[in-house]
C-alpha cells in the first residue's frame, strides 16, 4: 500500500475536496500487524500517523490481513477487490467503532483509500 505522500495526494485531489466539505474524522487502518491513522480535520487530511498504537483513539477502525489490503491496493484489483464492501462480505476486513460516522464520511474515505493504490 503506498502510504509515502498520501496527504499531499489526498489534499490536492479536487474530487476529495469536493465529497470532504467540513469532514472531520480519525480512522484506524490495521493491516496485519502494521496500523496507520487517516485524520481529516474541516476536509484537510493530517500526516498519516504510523502505530503501533497503544491506546489509539479514532471514530472507527477497518482491521483486515495484510495480504487483504494488498489485494485491495493493487492498481487494478480484482471484482470484489476494488471496494470495502466486497472485503466486508468476505470477512476478509471488519469495521469497528462508530458506524454512524463511518457512513457518513463513506464516499470520502472511499476516495481516500483509493488514493493507496499503486500507479497502474
Known amino acids: 500500500m503506498n502510504w ?4 499531499d495526494r489526498v489534499n490536492r485531489d479536487r474530487l476529495i475536496a469536493r465529497f470532504a466539505g467540513g469532514a472531520s474524522f ?5 493491516s496485519g500487524a502494521d496500523e496507520r491513522e487517516i ?3 474541516d476536509g484537510r487530511m493530517a500526516p498519516v500517523a504510523r502505530g503501533p498504537f497503544v491506546m489509539p483513539q479514532s471514530d472507527f477502525a477497518l482491521t483486515g490481513a495484510a495480504e487483504a489490503w494488498h489485494r485491495f491496493a493493487r492498481p ?3 471484482p470484489g477487490d476494488q471496494d470495502l ?3 466486508f462480505r468476505r470477512g ?4 469497528a467503532g462508530d458506524t454512524r460516522k463511518f457512513y457518513a464520511h463513506l464516499l470520502c474515505l472511499k476516495l481516500i483509500l483509493e488514493q493507496l493504490r499503486a500507479e497502474a
Open 39 to 41: 485524520r481529516l480535520t
Open 26 to 30: 480519525r480512522c484506524l487502518v490495521r
Open 4 to 7: 509515502e505522500g498520501l496527504e
Open 85 to 87: 464492501f466486497g472485503f
Open 92 to 95: 476478509e476486513i471488519a469495521l
Open 76 to 78: 487494478r484489483p480484482a
